[in-house]
C-alpha cells in the first residue's frame, strides 16, 4: 500500500470481513492534532493515527508493516480475543505462548516459536504493567520479526526507565475508550517507514458515536 492511498479498514473482529469505509489524506506535520497544543505520548508522535477503535488499529498497523500472508503472530495465551480476531482479519496466524504468574511473557517460548519463523511478536501491556521490552525488542531484531505492543489498558504508561510504554515496537495500539472519557477511539503508532503507508481515517458514522455518548452519560450517571 503506498502513502496516501485508501484501503479497506475493518471496523470489527470476529467473521474476517473488511466493510469498507472512507480515508482521507494522511496527517501532515507533527502528530494527528495539529492544533500547536504539546500532547502526550502517543498523541504527539508523527507516525500516530488515530482509528475508531482499537481492534481497527491492530488490523490497520499488522496490514502497514507488510508482514507476509499466512506469517505466524506470536501472541499471549491470554488475552481478551478482539486481538486475535484482528490478527486473523489481517491475513495472519496466532501462535499462542505462555505466560508466568505475574503475567511476563515466557521468553523461551517467544524464542522458540521465532526460530520456527514467526513473523512477528504481540506483547500485551496488561493493565499497563510492562512487559519486558528490551528483552522482546532484541529477539524480534535477531529474527528479522517485527514486535507489537498492545496498550489497550496502558495509555499513558511508562516501563521502568521512565519512557513511555509503546516507544519500542514496530507498532503500538490503544484503546482510548478503555482509558478516557470518550466513547469509542484507538490510536496506532507505527515507526518508519511503516507509518508512510498508514493512511489516516475518516471519523466513524455520526449516529455511532451519539450511541456510544449516551452509553457515556448513562455510565456518568450510574
Known amino acids: 500500500m503506498s502513502a496516501g492511498t485508501a484501503t479497506p479498514v475493518a471496523a470489527h473482529g470476529g467473521s474476517g470481513r473488511r466493510p469498507a469505509v472512507r480515508t482521507i489524506a494522511k496527517n501532515a506535520g507533527p502528530g494527528p492534532f495539529a492544533l500547536g497544543v504539546p500532547a502526550p505520548f502517543p498523541f504527539d508522535a508523527p507516525g500516530t493515527t488515530l482509528t475508531h477503535n482499537a481492534r481497527t488499529a491492530i488490523w490497520l498497523g499488522l496490514r502497514a508493516l ?6 505466524r503472530v506470536l ?3 491470554w488475552h481478551c480475543g478482539s486481538e486475535i480476531d484482528a490478527i486473523r482479519a489481517a491475513g495472519l496466524a496466532p501462535e499462542l505462548y505462555g505466560l508466568d504468574a505475574g503475567l511476563g511473557a515466557d521468553l523461551d517460548q517467544i524464542e522458540a516459536g521465532l526460530r520456527r519463523g514467526a513473523v512477528a ?3 500485551i501491556h496488561f493493565f ?13 531484531r535477531r529474527h528479522g520479526a517485527a514486535l507489537v505492543e498492545d496498550l489497550a489498558l496502558g495509555l499513558y504508561s511508562t516501563g521502568t526507565d521512565g519512557a513511555p510504554l509503546g516507544t519500542t515496537g514496530d507498532l503500538a495500539v490503544f484503546s482510548l475508550v478503555k482509558s478516557l472519557a470518550v466513547p469509542d477511539g484507538g490510536a496506532l503508532r507505527l515507526s518508519a517507514p511503516a507509518a508512510a503507508r498508514t493512511p489516516r481515517l475518516a471519523a466513524p458514522p455520526l449516529g455511532r458515536t451519539l450511541a456510544g ?3 457515556l452519560f448513562a455510565r456518568r450517571r450510574g
Open 75 to 77: 501472541a499471549p495465551a
Open 128 to 140: 499497563g504493567y510492562p512487559q519486558p521490552v528490551a528483552a522482546l525488542a532484541a529477539l524480534a
Open 66 to 71: 507488510s508482514l507476509p500472508n499466512g506469517g
Open 121 to 123: 511478536v504481540y506483547a
Open 213 to 215: 455518548l449516551k452509553g
